[in-house]
């Protein structure tokens, strides 16, 4: 053959001899075995009988005999076969895979056999363009005619509808696929599962793989499924996209209990990410479950319209399962590193609610590809702040239902603080509290605060006077105190690592000049001990020291010798300070911070329970307290005042009140206290008192917490009040004048509730148990209450304030009702009453009250 003519070139031709001498046999040596040279049929379809794959073989005989091979194909019959035998001029065709593609030929992979062929573009009935590699294709085999080697001829690319049926078949499981002990699927490479189905009255076999079947389960002998017929990637057919229709027995599903109301919870899911409702009664034996179990069930669909609805899956009957029998995900040993490219932000409730895993670390896979993973809150190695960049260590978890890659074991690198230069200060652990604690800085002097989520050694037990080192912050999430600043990301140090002074020279000599007090003066910019005069070369200097740096008080004039340290914060680390009293009053309490009133109430100071001497829990809104006042130089500050330290609670009547002129007024709120609105300058609340059309001003009045009768009623701008005025012009004694509602009780939850009364969306009425008036008065669902509505000008909410329980039951009648209402206690009810033998009760001496000590006798009626 003229491989010019034929349009090859000449190192094609060359590459195409190559070929065919390693896949091709010798048609000499065929001739001399007196072969014919026309092939017989080698188990191929035609389209004309491919309506949804092939046209189905005239007995399932047949087909058993090449299940080994994992396809079909090469299953006719052998009439089919005798035919084309006996008719050698028939046209054969076959089927394969478009293996390899050149300048202007290519090859195909047979799938009835083991053969490559080569075929020439001109021999493509199509577009050749539009064949690319892996496509299947149907052709002719016929013979070189110079070689007489076998190549492809009249190749034209099959049908889509041949390779995937368009159309869903049902058939039914005869061959399962194998497990190992722990009733794990074996990989699709050790096993392979057959479904029968039925097609023209013939009965075909499909083989299938694990990842053939949708929804993770596990398919049995004698299950109905539906399946789409497809060709694999030998062009071999088999069933795809298989699903469960009617199993032979029921299915056991396994989950979690994730979460539970009243009388019914949900499951989590272990076959598919998807939770399914339960109720109660579906536990066998009486079985109290309780979220975070292990469950085996069965899956129904509801057909009544009970709950759930009808149509709706439920889980029913519910067996636990020993704990850690239900595993979701699986995770790697490997240890990765990577970089933080979106962090987690903890202050925002809707992130979470939005997407559990929103935050992004990106590494570097085993093929030097850049890969993204997410992870959420529990997948650090604690609850510390982690940044934009930081590099981190983690561990990847697959869940074995959907295949998602997550990080998880997510620990911080030294290398982030070197790399990213952060500024990382040093200090000790000063105390500890619950949960929280305070360092004492070598840069700063007044101490931090930190949480104990922020240390990045979990397993390490937090101790007063560790060595740390951390980075500094504006403490996120207050609103009244955003200027506060704390430490995160606490790392520990070796011991001897910190150092809050630097030696500066030693074996100084001096003359006392000053004594040293017993207590340091705080002054108004230091703290003032006694003073030493030395002379440094030619100048005389002065240096402080205090007693506490002394092995005994030295006095006036004595010489001394001394070392000179300079202390890294600018003062004396160890001087305690005593500083002004100020006095005020409790205007605001929070979780664990408040804000005291100035005795000017003109101000608010921010204040620290951890800087109050006494138990927090037994402060009260208008109380009295001393405070000093903390250093210029801490930057901890509320507003435009210092924070106070030292707090302690003074008694009742400490502080000295104007009198009250007698007078009463109507007024109306023009200005609230800054602690109802924080974004106002002033902090003291205004009352106007108006004319009786109230357009004119006749006078303002300045009020505080101390003015207000009930010190938690919160007054909004434009409500009504009557208040008397004091000798110098404030208000005092400031009553709300709301009007007065009634309601019954709906439920109590803890420590608030809700009312019967509807309000903005039509939602109920909200209120504190702190607003019900009488510490001991107990409110249930049901009782009568009297109240007054505010409204948030803020938010736009609504509270019921001033909750008076109104006593329109007797206690009698109240106590009947609650117990007919509660079905869970125990009647006794009398049947029939007891009779004596003439049916006139029991007789007197029966009634008579017995003597201790003395035994009747036994009286008979």
């Not at 062929?117 to 064949?131: A, T």
Request: hydrophobic residues 35%; contains cysteine.
């Amino acid at each position: 053959m003229n491989t010019q003519s034929k349009g090859y070139r000449t190192g094609e031709a060359y590459e195409i001899a190559e070929i065919y001498d390693m896949t091709c046999f010798d048609m000499t040596a065929i001739r001399n075995l007196n072969i014919p040279t026309t092939f017989p049929t080698i188990g191929t379809f035609t389209l004309d009988s491919a309506t949804l794959g092939l046209q189905p073989p005239l007995t399932p005989t047949v087909l058993n005999n090449s299940v080994g091979s994992s396809s079909i194909y090469g299953s006719q019959s052998s009439n089919s076969s005798a035919a084309a035998s006996a008719d050698p001029s028939q046209t054969t065709r076959e089927t394969g895979i478009i293996e390899k593609l050149l300048h202007s030929y290519g090859f195909i992979q047979c799938c009835e056999r083991q053969a490559r062929l080569f075929f020439h573009f001109s021999q493509f009935s199509g577009n050749i363009d539009h064949l690319k590699i892996g496509d299947p294709v149907e052709f002719e085999m016929t013979y070189d005619r110079r070689t007489g080697k076998p190549i492809a001829s009249q190749v034209s690319k099959i049908a889509p509808e041949v390779v995937l049926s368009e159309e869903r078949v049902t058939g039914t499981v005869t061959t399962e696929l194998r497990t190992d002990s722990a009733n794990n699927v074996l990989s699709s490479s050790e096993t392979t599962g057959r479904i029968s189905y039925e097609n023209r009255g013939e009965c075909f076999f499909l083989p299938y793989t694990k990842d053939d079947v949708e929804g993770n389960v596990n398919l049995r002998a004698g299950d109905k499924v539906s399946f789409q017929i497809a060709t694999n990637q030998r062009g071999n057919l088999g069933a795809c996209h298989i699903r469960l229709e009617n199993p032979a027995q029921p299915v056991k599903y396994r989950g979690v209990v994730c979460s539970m109301k009243e009388s019914f919870g949900f499951i989590e899911r272990a076959d598919v990410v998807k939770e399914i409702f339960f109720h109660f009664s579906e536990a066998e034996g009486n079985v109290e479950l309780r979220p975070g179990d292990d469950v085996e069930f069965t899956i129904q669909t509801r057909s009544s319209t009970s709950v759930p609805p009808q149509g709706r899956e439920y889980a029913c009957n519910i067996t636990r399962l020993p704990p850690g029998s239900v595993i979701f995900e699986d995770v790697d040993s490997t240890i990765y590193k990577g970089q933080v490219l979106k962090s987690l932000d903890r202050n925002n409730a809707v992130r979470q609610n939005n997407d559990p895993l929103p935050g992004r670390i990106r590494y570097r896979a085993a093929d030097y590809s850049e890969v993204e993973v997410p992870f959420g809150d529990k997948d650090q190695k604690g609850d510390f702040t982690l940044r934009h960049g930081d590099w981190v260590q983690f561990l990847l978890a697959t869940d074995r239902r959907d295949q998602l890659q997550r990080a998880t074991s997510i620990a911080l690198l030294d290398e982030t603080f070197k790399v990213s230069g952060e500024k990382r200060e040093q200090g000790t652990i000063a105390s500890l509290k619950e949960g929280f604690g305070f360092l004492r800085c070598v840069e700063r002097q007044a101490r931090l605060f930190f949480h104990f989520t922020e240390v990045l050694d979990t397993s390490r037990e937090i101790e007063v006077n560790d060595e740390v080192e951390f980075t500094v912050i504006q403490e996120p999430g207050l609103a009244y105190n955003n200027s506060r600043l704390q430490a995160i990301r606490i790392q520990h140090l070796p011991a001897n690592s910190v150092q809050f002074e630097t030696l500066m020279a030693s074996a100084i000599e001096g003359c006392v000049t000053r004594e040293a007090p017993k207590s340091p003066i705080k002054s108004q910019d230091r703290v003032e001990g006694g003073v030493i005069t030395y002379e440094h070369g030619d100048a005389k200097k002065t240096i402080m020291y205090f007693l506490k740096d002394c092995e005994k008080p030295p006095r006036i004039g004595e010489r001394v010798r001394f070392d000179i340290y300079m202390l890294e914060n600018n003062n004396h680390a160890s001087a305690e300070p005593t500083g002004q009293l100020y006095r005020g009053f409790i205007a605001v309490i929070k979780e664990n911070f408040g804000f005291i009133e100035t005795i000017s109430h003109d101000e608010e100071v921010f204040f620290h329970f951890s800087n109050y001497q006494g138990n927090p829990n037994w402060l009260e809104l208008g109380q009295e307290v001393e405070y000093t006042l903390a250093p210029n130089g801490n930057t901890s500050v509320s507003g435009n005042c210092l924070p106070a330290e030292n707090v302690r609670t003074l008694p009742k009547n400490s502080i000295p009140q104007p009198a009250l002129l007698e007078n009463v007024h109507n007024g109306v709120v023009a200005r609230p206290l800054r602690c109802i609105n924080p974004e106002q300058q002033e902090y003291a609340g205004l009352i106007e008192i108006q004319d009786e059309l109230r357009t004119t001003c006749i006078s303002q009045h300045e009020f505080g917490i101390t003015s207000l009768v009930n010190k938690r009623d919160l007054l909004q701008k434009g409500d009504l009040v009557r208040f008397r005025i004091d000798e110098s012009g404030r208000a005092a004694e400031v009553n709300a004048v709301r009007l007065k509602k009634r309601a019954t009780v709906d439920s109590i939850k803890g420590q608030f509730g809700f009312l019967n009364f509807e309000v903005e969306d039509g939602k109920k009425l909200f209120f504190h148990m702190s607003e019900v008036q009488g510490s001991t008065v107990a409110l249930h669902p049901g009782d009568t209450v009297e109240f007054s509505v505010v409204t948030n000008q803020r938010n736009g909410k609504s509270s019921a304030c001033n909750v008076l329980k109104i006593n329109d039951r007797p206690d009698r009648l109240i106590s009947r009702l609650k117990l007919n209402g509660d079905d869970g206690v125990p009647r006794l009810i009398l049947m029939r009453a007891p009779k004596g033998p003439q049916g006139k009760g029991f007789s007197v001496l029966a009634r008579h009250p017995r003597i201790p000590g003395k035994q009747l006798a036994r009286i008979l009626f």
